[in-house]
């Protein structure tokens, strides 16, 4: 006897059951300067080999260009319209068209979706809002998200990346009251997973240390959403943070001195000694209660071979590339 299917629209956990057991929906939410535009250019660059696999991918030039536009209000709000009602009818149209291509896995990467660089800065935080901002994507996606790849980094190398950044985008060279409230800021990558799963509490958190996965996408893709990736044949290093040298020179095109900054040709470290150790302790502590299970929220992916072979990138992926993100090279960490 033939089976009917039902000619109805599923809600809430039948809709769950339905998504996930015809296609795997995976957010990579960053976090930024985590080697994003490399992970999203490989993408990008093997589209057509993961489509074969059924594998899809949805990026910044997609998301960035209507398809999120509303979810998040932004200060100017018209009128008359419910953009976020509109914005998630937009998202379940594209779900729902990706499933009828017969697609398995749906890659989402856009780390935009966590907040942004300036709103760190600004606060002197990471990702203070977060959680209200991924409840509103829960909702968009509606209960079909299978789980979320969240990379932190060592707080000193993450916040001297993100500060030369944005120094090279037209920013002020931070005041030293400003580093010194983001080194004695409380709010470690623990705060954020945490506010993280409770926005999203269906979806696996898969936690992938850049240091362990930086400069190897392929690996980040095949251990983070569980599909066999293409071979990785180029390795540049898309957007490495500006150096000292590339940040004096922005300067004195800006016309300002480039005194503010110390003497030297590598990576720029805007904090003091003592600063650089607390922040360093912070990432400690988060990676403990990582490797301890953290409390049951998220679960850490961990590479026996990048740990066996240590933290120093293949010499491919120091090649400079181009964007509107700068990402730094990983540097062993003395002490």
């Not at 509109?86 to 989402?108: K, M, N, P, W």
């Not at 943070?241 to 805007?270: Q, S």
Request: hydrophobic share 40%; with cysteine.
């Amino acid at each position: 006897m033939k089976r009917v299917t039902p000619a109805f629209r599923p809600v809430g956990a039948a809709v769950s059951y339905r998504a996930r057991h015809t296609m795997d929906v995976i957010l990579h939410v960053g976090a930024h300067r985590t080697g994003t535009k490399t992970f999203q250019d490989y993408l990008r660059r093997h589209a057509e080999p993961l489509s074969e696999a059924q594998v899809g991918y949805w990026g910044p030039g997609r998301t960035r260009r209507g398809l999120f536009s509303g979810l998040v209000p932004k200060a100017e709000v018209t009128k008359g319209r419910d953009l976020r009602r509109r914005a998630e009818g937009r998202v379940q149209l594209q779900l729902t068209a990706a499933r009828a291509r017969g697609l398995r896995t749906l890659v989402i990467s856009d780390e935009n979706m966590i907040g942004s660089i300036r709103e760190n800065i600004r606060t002197g935080s990471l990702y203070p809002a977060i959680g209200e901002r991924m409840a509103r994507f829960a909702r968009a996606f509606e209960g079909q998200l299978s789980r979320v790849i969240f990379s932190p980094r060592s707080l000193e190398y993450y916040w001297g990346s993100a500060l030369a950044h944005g120094v090279a985008l037209g920013h002020a060279v931070p005041e030293r009251e400003k580093l010194q409230c983001i080194a004695q800021s409380r709010r470690g990558w623990r705060d954020v997973i945490a506010d993280l799963a409770c926005a999203l509490p269906e979806a696996e958190i898969q936690v992938m240390p850049f240091e362990t996965f930086a400069g190897r996408p392929e690996v980040l893709l095949e251990k983070g959403a569980g599909v066999a990736a293409p071979t990785n044949s180029e390795r540049g290093w898309l957007n490495r943070a500006p150096t000292l040298p590339e940040l004096r020179r922005v300067l004195a095109d800006r016309g300002e001195a480039g005194g503010t900054l110390p003497f030297g040709m590598g990576r720029w470290n805007p904090f003091t000694p003592e600063e650089t150790a607390a922040l360093r302790e912070t990432y400690a502590d988060d990676m403990m209660w990582l490797v301890a299970g953290a409390d049951g929220l998220a679960t850490l992916t961990e590479d026996e071979a990048r740990t066996r072979a240590g933290q120093t990138l293949p010499a491919g992926a120091q090649t400079e590339g181009h964007g509107d993100e700068h990402e730094e090279r990983p540097m062993a960490r003395p002490g």
